[in-house]
């Protein structure tokens, strides 16, 4: 059973960081494309972000890139998300996914980190 739990999310004030971390199990976590989702306030799941097992390439949404960077520890079982020069638009509760969520939107996610970004 694929279990994924988020981490590291916190109050934070525009302009600064966090890093959120996932914690896998139940797969084997380097054989799998990951991904990071998040949700707003009263809005939709949307897709931020994966990184691709082995070559360990990485994808952005728009929205994020150049801002946020998404990483993984194969030996740990953990996926990580690197938020920079956050915004008050990227308050949202964020999901680890198993796969890249941009094809399979209803796979399995974990029970999310809130982010929330305010002065």
């Known amino acids: 059973e694929v279990q994924l739990v988020e981490s590291g999310g916190d109050l934070v004030q525009p302009g600064g960081s966090l890093r959120l971390s996932c914690a896998a199990s139940g797969f084997t976590f380097s054989s799998y494309d990951m991904s990071w989702v998040r949700q707003a306030p009263g809005k939709g799941l949307e897709w931020v972000s994966t990184?691709?097992?082995?070559?360990?390439?990485?994808y952005y949404a728009d929205s994020v890139k150049g801002r946020f960077t998404i990483s993984r520890d194969d030996a740990k079982n953990t996926l990580y998300l690197r938020l920079d020069s956050l915004k008050t638009e990227d308050t949202a509760m964020y999901y680890c996914?198993?796969?890249?969520?941009?094809?399979?939107?209803?796979?399995?996610r974990g029970q999310g980190t809130l982010v929330t970004v305010s002065s």
């Open positions: 990184i691709t097992r082995l070559t360990w390439r990485t």
């Open positions: 996914a198993f796969r890249d969520y941009r094809n399979i939107p209803n796979t399995p």
